[in-house]
């Protein structure tokens, strides 16, 4: 699959997905959000992706959000151009939020705006040493998009997301860490290759686990104990149903290692 603003392959069960606007610090303009649905689509229906990577081209930034001197362009039309292009991101969100395959972000230098949003959805994130994150959406007077005010406060609490959305200070790489909003930060030199190690590991997971995982994640923000623990019993019942869950038991018991083929 090609795509005007993303570059896009697969290789050993993982699918790496760069945003591919440099010069515009990869913002996000109205063909980058058509070319995340689709590839959100392949990555969620394509058996063979096991895991997916998400990063920006270049050192200077992972994205800078969206691309507001496109928008300008549209003038009285902005607002509708605006809600086009947020409804065809947050379809590309949602796929990637509830997807089997993990989804890891690597964030190379500036995450901002829908660039810092990105980073509230992924299941897992890296960030460079000299990477940062800053809101940035009330400094254009606009409100967060991109999953920003679902995620985001769950991770690192409303009282600290509040003060990043209404100061819009940038926050580095090490205090991102300390909040909980990246696993781990690495030197941008080894940052890909950790990535990559990180997303084969995954990509040789129980697929259909790691995707009952998410549900469950996602669902313990809404529902009660009980409800909660009902939807376990379930996914635990449904896991053991499958291939990769009786051959996870099966080596278990017989002191083996476990092969999984994310069936």
């Not at 090609?2 to 050993?12: G, L, Q």
């Not at 699918?15 to 689509?41: C, G, H, W």
């Not at 080894?190 to 995707?211: M, R, V």
Request: aromatic letters at 10%.
């Amino acid at each position: 699959m090609k795509f005007k603003t993303i570059n896009f392959k697969v290789e050993n069960g993982v699918a790496f997905i760069e945003l591919n606007r440099p010069k515009q610090y990869n913002s996000l303009n109205s063909t980058m959000a058509e070319d995340l649905f689709k590839v959100s689509l392949e990555c969620d229906d394509n058996p063979e992706i096991r895991s997916v990577l998400l990063t920006g081209a270049g050192e200077k930034a992972f994205c800078a959000g969206g691309d507001l001197h496109s928008f300008y362009e549209y003038g009285s039309k902005m607002p509708a151009h605006l809600k086009e292009v947020t409804t065809i991101l947050h379809g590309a969100i949602s796929r990637f939020s509830r997807m089997n395959a993990p989804l890891i972000v690597a964030v190379n230098g500036v995450a901002a705006g829908a660039g810092f949003s990105f980073v509230g959805f992924a299941d897992f994130v890296l960030a460079s040493s000299n990477s940062s994150f800053i809101s940035a959406y009330s400094k254009a007077g606009l409100t967060p998009d991109g999953s920003s005010t679902y995620f985001l406060p769950r991770i690192i609490g409303s009282r600290r997301y509040m003060e990043l959305v209404l100061t819009n200070r940038v926050l580095s790489a090490k205090e991102a860490l300390e909040w909980g909003l990246v696993n781990s930060v690495v030197d941008l030199k080894n940052l890909k290759s950790e990535a990559i190690k990180l997303a084969e590991q995954l990509a040789k997971g129980p697929s259909l686990a790691f995707g009952k995982l998410k549900n469950l994640v996602h669902n313990s923000f809404l529902d009660s104990l009980e409800g909660q623990m009902e939807f376990e019993a379930r996914m635990i019942a449904e896991s053991a149903k499958t291939t990769d869950g009786k051959n996870g038991i099966d080596a278990f018991v017989n002191k083996k290692n476990a092969f999984f083929e994310g069936e």
